[in-house]
């Protein structure tokens, strides 16, 4: 049977690359995985310094379990042009630093120490997708994801490729292809066996076959009280694999989801049902350590576009992410846009067919995953190439027939090859440009985007963003605008039957190159800041909830008199999904619902308090006192959120929040912490920027500085195992504030 164990410790790492690297091993910094090569500072930075050579290096020791059998090692992911070498032997190169790929050491290994060496280049190499360009975002060097010894018999199982059939009928079905691997070219005969499972570890069904062949496909039929994948109960089920050769045997498991997903000219059905979607764009990238955070943060991030901003799709931009991000959006049920490595630039003929191998490396990879509905196919708004295009999409769906396929353009009227036209919809803005002769639109109509005089599945896939950069601290009535401009397209969206939905840009704020963001290598287009704390606008998604789920309402505003242009609070926007929101202010109180006028498509529109509801003189004019704002949500005319927000705030507490209390210890496993500035009511403090002075007391380290300004009030680091259990303490201490100290235990 296989063994598959974690190679993520005891490496060694080198700036730079020679040939003495694949001779001898150099310990002289010792590191472990998921790796950057060059920590980055938060801001202004000079990103040319990971765009080099780098080096690891690792002593692997012989096994007797290695005798006879077959060696390899799998590496998730690393950035880029990788070439591995064995004794100084070269054994793989790998161009793409966004898709898995195997080095095979069977025939030469020695019974002793072998020294692995893999030599990395950060360089944006024009031979390789996304490369060639400039890019909107940073692909950060290193051995970024983890890395795994994978030992079998001579003769295994390759890959398993498991559809499902008859979904929406009473008695289901599913198949599963099973790809042998036969490296050395054996003649065998071969048993395959399966299992169907659910999620209680129950066998539902047992299937056999025989083969001689490189595949072969296992059927499971008449399977009745399967539960279906859904947004609100996604049900995951087991397919265990097992094969026999006269060379040995092997076992995988595969996990999936019984479910069906269209997008059709009327909208996206999801197992027959109509569902509006509404999502952001992810990056992969943290602050410090760029793409390389572990397991722990890659799930973090799908709970917060799920459990947070509530959305129901994330769109993968611009290349394949992590698988244990995309394990999580299965667990939980959030949908995904999957897409190949890219940002408008195409490259010569030789780039294309790279191209086109991502796209067989994302869907062999992640075909099995039930939270995908749409493969990306084409280069993130790219010029229209017919040649390149159709081979992208016949090769998709040879591999996939189940899925449809996307291609994402922000020009209008280009040529649909794939299945849905996806388009960014970057229009609102646009009356701001000189010589604009339309008054201010959320969304063009379909028809002026593609050209076309039919209606085809069509689905927004980027908007706002670059159109209206916010930052966490900036004056209320940027962030206000930045609410409103999310507002108006998810309205435009939802008013829309023929839209599948809409996914904006972005879920945070990511670094960039030079040419792009703000200057200090942040590209502010995010609901959130990099280290995931929300903005206002993240309350727009949030806001779109069931209250059976939660309840959201929040004000858009520092509540202060003098913050705005002129003075003021109104118009006053409410992101809520209450019934109605009552305003006390003094001894005056009014009660208004939700502002269906400007907003009549949204599950829950906003409440907007403006001079529709107040005199100019109810909230009291320049110059005189400034009192609390009290806030009250009612269901049904039952209060059910309170919110006070003191005309007087005063720093009262820092607040120190992990995400998780506990890290395991084995798998250098993180965890965010957030630290907010807060006042007495427990509302953040937006212009409060002091630095916090953190220390860490025992087996952890924080990834970057150990002090940080708070921007907006606010901050955030991650906490890293070491490797050793036992009991962490963190504390931050600030000027204004008392010492907090919190726990943490590795176990």
């Known amino acids: 049977m296989r063994s598959v164990v974690s190679l993520n410790e005891s490496w060694s790492f080198h700036e730079g690359f020679g040939h003495r690297l694949t001779e001898a091993f150099d310990g002289t910094h010792m590191v472990s995985l998921p790796h950057t090569a060059v920590e980055l500072p938060f801001n202004y930075f000079d990103e040319k310094r990971y765009q080099r050579a780098f080096t690891y290096q690792k002593v692997l020791r012989w096994l007797p379990e290695f005798e006879g059998r077959e060696v390899s090692i799998l590496f998730d992911g690393a950035m880029a042009d990788s070439v591995v070498y064995l004794n100084g032997e070269e054994i793989i190169a790998h161009k793409d630093g966004y898709t898995p790929f195997e080095a095979r050491l069977t025939g030469k290994l020695i019974k002793g120490e072998n020294l692995i060496t893999v030599k990395i280049d950060g360089s944006e190499n024009p031979a390789i997708p996304p490369f060639g360009g400039r890019i909107d975002y940073l692909t950060y060097a290193g051995i970024y994801r983890d890395v795994w010894l994978k030992v079998t018999d001579k003769v295994s199982i390759r890959n398993i490729k498991i559809e499902t059939h008859d979904i929406l009928s009473d008695r289901k079905s599913a198949t599963v292809r099973v790809d042998i691997a036969n490296p050395q070219g054996l003649t065998y005969a071969a048993t395959v066996t399966g299992s169907l499972r659910d999620a209680h570890g129950n066998i539902l069904a047992s299937a056999a076959g025989e083969t001689i062949g490189t595949s072969t496909t296992l059927s ?39 479910r069906t997903a269209k997008f059709t000219p009327e909208g996206f059905l999801l197992n027959g049902r109509p569902v509006k979607l509404q999502g952001l764009n992810r990056h992969q990238a943290y602050p410090y350590v760029g793409y390389a955070a572990g397991r722990s943060a890659q799930e973090r991030d799908a709970d917060i576009m ?60 992640d075909w099995n995953h039930p939270s995908i509905v749409i493969w990306g196919v084409r280069i993130n708004e790219s010029l229209d190439s017919h040649d390149f295009y159709t081979a992208t999409n016949r090769l998709a769906h040879e591999l996939d027939s189940t899925r449809q396929t996307g291609g994402v353009r922000y020009l209008t009227e280009s040529e649909l090859l794939e299945d849905v036209y996806t388009m960014n919809d970057f229009i609102l803005g646009n009356e701001e440009l000189p010589g604009a002769n339309r008054p201010r639109t959320a969304l063009r109509s379909q028809q002026e985007n593609t050209g076309l005089s039919y209606k085809v599945p069509y689905i ?22 930045h609410v409103r401009r999310h507002l108006e397209v998810l309205n435009a969206a939802y008013g829309d039957p023929d839209i599948s939905g809409a996914i904006g840009w972005c879920m945070f704020d990511y670094n960039t190159h030079k040419d792009f963001g703000s200057g200090d290598r942040i590209c502010y287009h995010g609901v959130m800041d990099m280290f995931r704390e929300p903005k206002f606008a993240a309350y727009v998604y949030a806001s779109q909830c069931d209250p059976s789920d939660e309840v959201i309402m929040k004000p858009v505003t520092f509540w202060a008199r003098g913050e705005r242009s002129i003075g003021g609070v109104l118009p006053l926007i409410i992101l809520t999904n209450c019934d109605e929101v009552e305003l006390t202010y003094g001894s005056l109180t009014k009660r208004i619902g939700p502002d269906r006028e400007n907003y009549p498509h949204l599950p829950h529109p906003p409440v907007v308090l403006d001079h529709r509801h107040f005199t100019q003189d109810e909230l009291g004019r320049w110059g005189l006192e400034w009192i609390d704002g009290e806030f009250t949500g009612f269901i049904n005319g039952e209060p059910v959120a309170r919110l006070t927000l003191a005309a007087d705030p005063l720093p009262t507490r820092l607040e120190v929040a992990p995400d998780s209390t506990t890290l395991k210890a084995r798998e250098r496993d993180t965890t965010r912490v957030i630290i ?68 943490v235990a590795a176990v």
């Open 676 to 743: 907010r500035a807060l006042d007495q009511r427990g509302q953040r403090l937006p212009f409060l920027n002091d630095a916090v002075t953190l220390t860490v007391k025992g087996p952890a380290k924080i990834v970057g500085p150990t002090s940080v300004p708070l921007q907006g009030g606010t901050a955030g680091f991650w906490l890293e195992a070491t490797g050793l259990t036992g009991e962490i303490t963190i504390e931050a201490a600030s000027s204004h504030f008392a010492t907090v100290s919190i726990s």
């Open 460 to 481: 927004i896939t980027e908007f706002n963003g670059h159109m209206h950069p916010t930052k966490m601290y900036d004056a209320e009535q940027r962030q206000a605008e």
């Open 306 to 365: 799920k459990k947070v901003l509530k959305c129901n799709i994330v769109r993968t931009s611009h290349y394949p992410q992590s698988k244990w991000f995309l394990d999580q959006c299965d667990r939980i049920g959030l949908l995904v846009f999957e897409e190949i490595p890219g940002w408008q630039h195409i490259g010569d003929l030789d780039w294309q067919q790279e191209s086109i191998e991502n796209v067989r490396r994302m869907i062999e990879r």
């Open 220 to 258: 499971f039929g008449g399977l009745s009280d399967i539960e279906l994948w859904d947004l609100s109960n996604p049900a995951l089920y087991e397919v265990s694999v097992e094969l026999k050769t006269e060379h040995g045997a092997d076992r995988t498991t595969g996990h999936f989801g019984f």
